[in-house]
Structure formats: structure tokens, C-alpha cells
């Protein structure tokens, strides 16, 4: 067809060009949105396979204790070389000999204090010298205030968002090179249910966990629409843990909302890794809240956060005891 013709129909006709374009666009989302929903809801009936990690390396933070210790020991079992990072050296290298006691695995503990960025740099460069490339990052270490908006000094409000959320980027911009040069890898990002919906007494620790949850899921768009298809990613939104972190803490209703074991967690995030799942929120009935909160009112929000007990769960908190001397220790050198 002649050029000028061409012209001449697309300014002659330019809507019913649109309107074709889009009746097409339609046409091929509502074919992948019906083909990705028969997928889901046969996966929901036969699970996926599970991946092979032998061999893999996986690197996870806050692997001194809590969640991170018992992720570090799940994948020693399952063959994977272990690089764990920890501020608190003694209770990575507990981990560490943990390990070693039930599992002929390769293991490389190293001290990282996560909210420095020039220091997550510099161990990564010493990971990558030492060990190789990481292909599973795990960021999991995290730290909780546990103190009302206006009792949190200015420098924990920093500290919350350093560890929290600042540290997966670092992390991410050390290691995700590699990954993407290789098309394989697994991010994942330990974020919580107090990422998805704000809680009383938690506002630095919900709003650094909010902001761990969006990094995480832009990264994962990100990857997908670059078709790295190969490089996963896994968010997991757990409800409060019994590893000390939340110690004190109480559950009006714990057949609604337990206070988490942190084995149960460590399994499930074990599973949902392997299974290459990409969001996590623990437990079930959290889903119905979260659902909740999107079409009720504001006032009907707060009558069932009532009923959940989410105005006195924070009542009895202590915190972590070594965690919570820290604190007092940073608070000391900004006075």
C-alpha cells in the first residue's frame, strides 16, 4: 500500500485504529488472566515440584538466631552451602556449629551489620572472593522499637528503616549482578503481616516493613517485564514470632491469630521457596483481614482491629533482652 494512503486512513480513521488496538490488548490479557488462573488453581491441587538448592549458595541475614537460624539449618539439610550474616558474632557462630553438628555441609559465618551500606559492600565482596555468587539471598534480619510513635528516638526511627528495609538494598545491589548475568537466582524478602497493614505501637517497624514489602514486589516486577524470568522471588508476611523479638506480646484470640512458632514459619518459608511461590502471609486468616480492611470502613476497621486485639497485643512488650541492650546502647552515644 502506498505511503501517503496509509497516512491519509490513520488520520481519516484514528479511533477505530485505537479501538482495534485495544479490543486486541483485551483480548490478550483476558487469554492470560483465564490461562494463569487454571494454572493457579491447579497448582492449589497439585503442588509444584519442588527445586533442587544442593549445591546452591545461599546467603541469610540475621542467621544468629530466631527465623534466620532455623532457615540456615532447613538448608543444611537440604544440601546448600551456607553463607550466615549476623551482627551478633557469638550467636552466628552458635548457628554455625548448630550446623556443622548434624550436617557435612559447607558453612561461612561472617559478622555484617546490615544498616552500615559500606560494610554490606565490603562483605560482599569478601562472600564473592570466599564462597562465590550468591544465588539465594534471604534478607532476614530485622529490628522492632516496640515504643509508641512519640517515645522512639529520632535515631531508632533511622535504625528501623536501615535494618528493615535500606538493608535489602544493599544487599540486592551487591549480589543481584550476578544473578542477572546468570538468569538465576531467588530473592527473598522477610517482610511481615505488620508490612501490609499498620498496628498500634509498631509505626517505625510497620512502615520499614511496608517499605521492605513495595521494594521487594517492585524488584519482582521489574525482573518479570526484563523477562528474567529464572530470578524468583518470594515475600513472606508473617504474623508476630515467638523468637524473642516480640517477647511480652499477647493474642486476644490465638485461634484467629496465633503468636507464630518460628519452626512452623521456617518450614513454610522452606516450601514456599522451593516452590518458587511468590507471596506468603501467615497465618490464613490474615488473608480475610487484609481482604477486609480494602472494603470496609474506616470505623468498621477499627472495631475489628478492636475485636483482634490489636489495641493491647503491644501492652506486656519486652523485645528481645540482648537486642533491647543495644538499644540503650545506641541511645547512650546520641545523648
Known amino acids: 500500500m502506498d505511503l501517503s494512503v496509509t497516512f491519509f486512513l490513520i488520520r481519516t480513521f484514528p479511533s477505530s485504529i485505537i479501538n482495534m488496538n485495544a479490543i486486541v490488548d483485551t483480548s490478550i490479557f483476558l487469554g492470560k488472566f483465564l490461562y494463569y488462573l487454571f494454572e493457579s488453581l491447579v497448582c492449589k491441587i497439585i503442588p ?42 557469638e550467636g ?8 556443622k553438628e548434624k550436617s557435612d555441609v559447607k558453612v561461612f559465618p561472617y559478622k555484617c551489620d546490615c544498616s552500615k551500606r559500606q560494610e554490606v559492600y565490603r ?29 522512639i528516638p529520632d535515631h531508632m526511627v533511622e535504625k528501623s528503616f536501615l535494618v528493615n528495609a535500606f538493608a535489602h538494598f544493599w544487599t540486592c545491589k551487591a549480589f543481584l549482578p550476578a544473578m542477572i548475568k546468570a538468569n538465576h537466582g531467588h530473592l527473598v524478602c522477610i517482610s511481615s503481616v505488620a508490612g501490609l497493614a499498620g498496628i498500634k505501637g509498631l509505626s517505625d517497624y510497620s512502615a520499614s516493613k511496608f517499605a521492605a514489602f513495595g521494594f521487594a514486589e517492585s524488584l519482582f516486577l521489574e525482573l518479570s517485564l526484563q ?12 504474623y508476630l514470632m515467638n523468637t524473642g523479638m ?29 516452590q518458587e511461590q511468590v507471596y506468603i502471609i501467615l497465618p ?21 482491629g478492636e475485636y483482634l486485639g490489636a489495641d493491647t497485643f503491644m501492652a506486656s512488650f519486652k523485645g528481645r533482652e540482648k537486642e533491647n541492650e543495644l538499644q540503650t546502647e545506641t541511645e547512650r552515644k546520641h545523648q
Open 48 to 89: 509444584k515440584n519442588k527445586k533442587n538448592v544442593a549445591g546452591e549458595i545461599v546467603l541469610i541475614t540475621g542467621a544468629g538466631s530466631g527465623l534466620g537460624r532455623l532457615l540456615a539449618i532447613h538448608f543444611a539439610n537440604l544440601g546448600a552451602i551456607l553463607v550466615l550474616w549476623d551482627i551478633n558474632q
Open 92 to 99: 552466628n557462630m552458635e548457628t554455625c556449629r548448630l550446623i
Open 123 to 151: 562483605v560482599a565482596d569478601q562472600v564473592r572472593k570466599e564462597v562465590g555468587d550468591v544465588t539465594i539471598l534471604i534478607n532476614n534480619a530485622g529490628i522492632v522499637t516496640g515504643k509508641p510513635f512519640l517515645d
Open 227 to 238: 523477562k528474567k524470568t529464572d530470578i524468583k522471588t518470594t515475600i513472606v508476611c508473617p
Open 246 to 274: 516480640f517477647d511480652g506480646c499477647s493474642t486476644k484470640y490465638s485461634f484467629l491469630l496465633p503468636i507464630l512458632e518460628p519452626e512452623y514459619v521456617a518450614q513454610k518459608v522452606v516450601n514456599a521457596i522451593l
Open 284 to 304: 490464613k486468616f490474615a488473608y480475610i483481614a487484609l481482604i477486609l480492611k480494602q472494603i470496609i470502613s474506616p470505623k468498621m476497621m477499627l472495631a475489628l
